[in-house]
């Protein structure tokens, strides 16, 4: 069982997006543990301030190194035997993707940290493992990007999905994105579902797949298409959706 520790001001906004869907159920299976941690909690003062000055003047607050370096040692102190893996949300940190949310559920302990004002005590970095950014713009606080980061991962698990081929054949998980897809009824407002899904030849049918998810790449993200490992059939497809289009 996977655990998940979140550390954050704000507990409350986790309440649905960690307790709905997969990421629910998964939780009611025993299959995941999920805490969310507020590490305002550890503050070592009486007004339970997290945040102050930054020394040398500059714009907005910067979060504590005491409040968060605390929760760690409770963390560490009640798992000490979980190998952990600890997530810093912050702007400046790798652009998370795929291969990183597959390479997180292969972990047995992850922790992740919400930043909130203007940014960081800059020794806070010394205490984790990873820097990670959802995307290349600046969010109020680290929250939004960690719930993301955790249905990502939470998804990959084994026996989290009810079937585990779905997390395999994703689109990104391939390395391509996914074909179309489709489902009764065979014609909706005179749009008709492909001849080739539902004429019983599989081999034709993978065929179809294969192309229309490398035409689907080709023309909106060409980029993922500049260091596959194309096969020689995937060459000749391609050059088909080219001559094509």
């Known amino acids: 069982m996977m655990r998940i520790d979140v550390l954050t001001l704000f507990p409350r906004m986790f309440d649905g997006p960690l307790g ?32 102050d000055y930054p020394y040398g003047g500059g714009a ?30 912050d702007p400046a940190g790798k652009p998370f993707n795929q291969k990183m949310a597959e390479a997180f559920a292969e972990e047995e302990h992850l922790v ?20 990670v950014s959802l995307g290349d713009y600046v969010l109020t606080g680290g929250e939004l990007g960690a719930m993301v980061m955790i249905d990502a991962t939470v998804r990959l698990l084994p ?57 689907r790449t080709y023309l909106r993200r060409p980029d993922m298409l500049a260091d596959y490992p194309l096969t020689p059939e995937m060459e000749k497809l391609l050059a088909q959706i080219k001559a094509e289009k």
């Open 20 to 51: 709905e869907s997969i990421i629910g159920k998964a939780r009611e299976k025993n299959l995941l543990e999920i805490n969310v941690n507020n590490f305002r909690d550890f503050s070592d003062n009486k007004h339970q301030t997290v945040d």
């Open 159 to 215: 026996e989290v999905l009810g079937n585990n081929v779905s997390a395999q054949t994703d689109s990104h998980s391939t390395g391509l994105l996914e074909h179309p897809q489709y489902t009764r009824p065979a014609v909706f407002a005179d749009m008709e579902v492909p001849a080739v899904l539902m004429n019983g030849n599989h081999k034709l049918i993978e065929e179809w797949q294969l192309k229309e998810s490398l035409r």
């Open 112 to 131: 992740f940290i919400c930043g909130h004002y203007e940014g960081y005590d800059e020794r806070i970095r010394s205490l984790v493992t990873d820097e």
């Open 60 to 89: 907005g607050m910067l979060l504590k190194v005491q409040p968060v370096y605390d929760n760690l040692k409770a963390i560490e102190a009640e798992t000490p035997n979980t190998k952990k893996r600890i997530i810093l949300l």
